[in-house]
Every structure is written in C-alpha cells, then in structure tokens.
C-alpha cells in the first residue's frame, strides 16, 4: 500500500506523519514544488520511526515518479488563508495547483482515491473530479471529519465528558454554512438535546462553523493538527476497506435533491472509496439549511466557470 501527500506544508507533512505512526501503509511520498522540503521533512520523520515504532518508509520527493501505484493520494497542495480573508479567495490560485497536481499524478496511479483537501474544499474536490477523470465515488473532499471532531471537541469541553462517547454528524459545504445537526448528536447513546440546553448547543454551533476562522486569527494562517489527522482517517477507512461511517464532501447526483456537486454528506468509505451516500431523513429547516449551504457551493461552482470562461484561470 502506497500513499501519496501532494504538498508537504502544514496539513501534507502531518498528515504524512498521522498516516506512518498508524502503520497503515507500506511507503508515504510526499511531494511538494519546494526543492530540498520534502526530502528534509521525510528523512526528519523516518529518524522519529525508532521512537514512535513504525515501519512505514517516508519518501520526500519534487517529481512524481516515485507516487506511481498508489492507493490513496491526500492533495494539500495551496495557498492557506491569512486573517480577513475566506475560503473562497483562494479559489483561482488553488484551483490552477489543483488541476495541475491532479494531472501530473493521475497517470501513474489510475486506480487511487483522491482525498482532497486544498480550499475552498468543495469546489477543489470538484475541480480534482474533472481533471482527474476519475469516477466520482474515487474523488472525495475532508472538511467533514474535521468539522465534526471540532463539534465532538467542544462538546466535551463544555460537558466534561470524554470525547470517545461523542458521537455527531455535521453536513454541507465546508464554510460558515456548514450544517451541524444536534438531531443526530449523541453522548454515549444520550441525545445531546438532553445534556445540554437549546441556548448552550446553538453556540457550540456557532463555533463550530467558525472554527477555522478561530485558528487563522489566532496564527495568522489556517490549522494542520486537526485537519491532517483528519485525512489520515479516511486514508485509513479506505486502506483498510473498514466501511466507516463519516461525513466526507461526496459526488451528489440526486442524493438530497442536489445534482452534479461535491458537498458534505455522510458515506460509507471503504476500498472502492465512496461505496454508499447514506441519505438521512432531514427536518424542513434542516433541509433549508443543506440547501443554503449547496447555493453556496454552486456560487463557487460558478465563480469557477466564469474565471475559466475569462481566461483568468486554465
Ligand atoms: N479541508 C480542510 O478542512 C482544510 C483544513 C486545513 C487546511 N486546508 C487547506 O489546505 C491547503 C494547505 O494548507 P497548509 O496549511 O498545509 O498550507 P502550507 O502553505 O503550509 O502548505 C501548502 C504546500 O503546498 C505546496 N504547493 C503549492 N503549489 C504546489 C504544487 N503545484 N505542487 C506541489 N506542492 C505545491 C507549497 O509549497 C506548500 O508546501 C490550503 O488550501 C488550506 O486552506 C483545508
Ligand atoms: O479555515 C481554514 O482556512 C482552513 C480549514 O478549512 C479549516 O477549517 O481549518
């Protein structure tokens, strides 16, 4: 088992490391356009292997060569936001490194499963989908396991009860519109609507949505702990085809009424990637709130199009 980390910043190198300290894979390769980084950070990691006890071999490389036959490939290629600006800003530079990264890897290694993660996640995934020309259930976007863990992360601060119990799933695109469901949170099996009072649960919401607007204004560029542990987890659920259930920016093709689009859903992953969209029963304003979230996505879909149609972008 091969897998492949396309940019080895913040989010690429720790999810590299997440993916070797489980063991789950034979050989990582990171790549990145930065000569001497990923060479640097992959020999730095493979002397942490006797202290960590992994046996994974960690290649850092600036030619794609050495990802040929992969099974999974992370993209974390891209600008990160700075303070004051959103997601959707860095639309045109990353969809160019996008496109760009997918072509270059796409030939050696067919048959892999693309977990983007590059911003503004949905529109990438989608961007990643059409150059790839993979099918759409070997294309998928992380946004969802890392909004959900900071969802499952506030909660147990606020009940001080141990992460392990929380259990929540959280839809949508992977931007202020995002839709976390208290309906369908549990804490140990308890709904969290019996824990904890409408007014406290509406502003863990809240955070949750500006979760990554949170960090950015605190470091002045975006998170990578959370965000590479996250792409580590679906790389893991598809290795090792263990059908996790986990909410994850899937191709919808009618699934709740949306067409044509990357947007958060849960899924059932597993070796052939995205192996099932579960569609879950949805309130009217819970609905109302996935449909807000999908105009967004096709806002951007949009935008996307226009700057192609300009020229502004290949
Ligand atoms: N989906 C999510 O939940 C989520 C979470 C965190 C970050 N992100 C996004 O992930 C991306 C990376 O964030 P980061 O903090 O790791 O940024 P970073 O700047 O630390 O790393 C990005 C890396 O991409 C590399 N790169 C740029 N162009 C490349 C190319 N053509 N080929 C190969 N490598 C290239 C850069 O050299 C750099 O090392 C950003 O777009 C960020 O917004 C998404
Ligand atoms: O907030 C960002 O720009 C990065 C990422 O999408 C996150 O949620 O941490």
């Given at each position: 088992m091969k897998v492949t980390v396309i940019g080895a910043g913040n989010v690429g190198a720790t999810a590299a490391e997440c993916v070797a300290r489980k063991d789950m894979a034979k050989e990582v390769v990171m790549v990145d356009i930065q000569e001497g980084m990923p060479q640097g950070k992959a020999l730095d990691m493979m002397e942490s292997a006797p202290i960590h006890g992994f046996d994974t071999t960690i290649t850092g490389?600036?030619?794609?060569?050495?990802?040929?036959g992969s099974e999974v490939c992370i993209i974390?290629?891209?600008l990160p936001r700075k303070p004051g600006m959103s997601r959707d800003d860095l639309l045109a530079k990353?969809?160019?490194?996008?496109?760009?990264?997918?072509?270059?890897?796409?030939?050696?290694?067919?048959?892999?499963?693309?977990?983007?993660v590059s911003n503004p996640l949905d529109v990438m995934t989608y961007v990643a989908y059409t150059a790839s020309e993979f099918e759409s259930n070997h294309v998928m976007g992380m946004a969802g396991v890392l909004d959900t863990a900071r969802y499952r992360a506030f909660?147990?601060?606020?009940?001080?009860?141990?992460?392990?119990?929380?259990q929540a799933l959280l839809m949508g695109g992977h931007g202020d519109t995002m839709v976390p469901l208290p309906r369908y949170t549990t804490i140990g099996g308890i709904p969290?609507?019996?824990?904890?009072?409408?007014?406290?649960?509406?502003?863990i919401v809240e955070r949750t949505k500006g979760g990554g607007g949170e960090i950015v204004n605190m470091m002045g560029t975006s998170a990578?702990?959370?965000?590479?542990?996250?792409?580590?987890?679906?790389?893991?659920a598809i290795i090792k085809d263990n059908k996790r259930v986990l909410p994850a920016a899937a191709y919808c093709d009618g699934?709740?009424?949306?067409?044509?689009?990357?947007?958060?859903v849960p899924v059932k992953?597993?070796?052939?990637g995205v192996e099932e969209i579960i569609e879950v029963d949805l309130s009217d304003d819970e609905q109302d709130l996935m449909q807000t979230s999908a105009d967004h996505v096709q806002d951007n879909l949009d935008n996307l199009e226009r700057l192609k149609s300009e020229g502004a972008i290949g």
């Open positions: 490389t600036n030619e794609y060569d050495a990802t040929e974390t290629a891209g990353n969809a160019e490194i996008v496109s760009s990264v997918t072509n270059q890897f796409k030939k050696g290694s067919p048959n892999a499963k693309l977990i983007i909660l147990s601060m606020e009940l001080g009860v141990s992460v392990r119990d929380i969290v609507t019996e824990m904890l009072d409408d007014e406290t649960i509406e502003s990578w702990y959370a965000p590479g542990a996250a792409a580590a987890e679906m790389a893991e699934e709740y009424g949306l067409n044509d689009m990357f947007i958060g992953l597993g070796k052939d």
